[in-house]
Nanobody, 122 residues
Framework: QVQLVESGGGWVQAGGSLTLSCEAS????????MAWFRQAPGKEREFVAGINWSGGSTLYRDSVKGRFTISRDNAKNTVYLQMNNLNAEDTAVYYC???????????????WGQGTQVTVSS
């Protein structure tokens, strides 16, 4: 069982940037797709970005395309989410998730971290 710990959340003004990190332990994530999800107050959790096992393929929800970048360092067992030009609609708890597959399938992520809060002030 993989354990995921997110960090890097915080408060930022609209237009600002944050980088989230997700460090995995318990097993290597190098052969699995990884993703970031988020959940805003009163809303369902939604997919934000995913990356395949090698980092060669990524997928983003439309509202973050061009602003967010997901990346991974398999040697460090860590996944990142670089978030630029943040706006109030990005305010949410951000969760890291691990798949059991090499490839990005939004419904196939079953291991979750505890989340990190991102608050964007407009």
């Amino acid at each position: 069982q993989v354990q995921l710990v997110e960090s890097g959340g915080g408060w930022v003004q609209a237009g600002g940037s944050l980088t989230l990190s997700c460090e995995a332990s318990g097993r290597t994530i190098s052969t699995y797709a990884m993703a970031w999800f988020r959940q805003a107050p009163g809303k369902e959790r939604e997919f934000v970005a995913g990356i395949n096992w090698s980092g060669g393929s990524t997928l983003y929800r439309d509202s973050v395309k061009g602003r967010f970048t997901i990346s991974r360092d398999n040697a460090k067992n860590t996944v990142y989410l670089q978030m630029n030009n943040l706006n109030a609609e990005d305010t949410a708890v951000y969760y890291c998730a691990a798949s059991k597959s090499r490839y990005i399938q939004v419904d196939d992520f079953g291991s979750w971290g505890q989340g990190t809060q991102v608050t964007v002030s407009s």
